[in-house]
């Protein structure tokens, strides 16, 4: 099972720019709202897109969906440690909680 992390661990972690934030819904989702900074990679694309967009595979990386409902975080993270990244963890609450909890967005 993937590590998790906490919206104010996360936050920390992005304020000191300690993390790379991974969404993994992708698409339209991603283009109208996403935490910022953060890179879209879907379940899909991971094989061929990871070292690419994730090129230190010992780097602190962060994936996050809609919800704890969503899976698309979990399948995700799963398939980096899969493929030897060694420092992933998942925001299970997703944006969902980010938004909630009032801090920013961007969008594309």
């Known amino acids: 099972m993937t590590p998790l992390i906490t919206r104010d661990e996360l936050a920390a972690a992005m304020e000191g720019g300690a993390v790379t934030v991974v969404d993994t819904l992708g698409g339209e989702y991603y283009a109208q709202q996403h935490l910022p900074g953060a890179v879209a990679l879907v379940l899909a694309d991971v094989d061929a897109q990871a070292a690419t967009v994730l090129p230190d595979r010992d780097a602190a990386i962060v994936t996050y969906c809609s919800n704890p409902a969503c899976p698309n975080s979990g399948q995700v993270a799963d398939r980096l440690i ?15 909680d980010w938004v909630e909890a009032g801090l920013p967005t961007a969008a594309a």
């Open 82 to 96: 899969a493929l030897g990244y060694t420092n992933v963890r998942k925001y299970r609450e997703g944006i969902q």
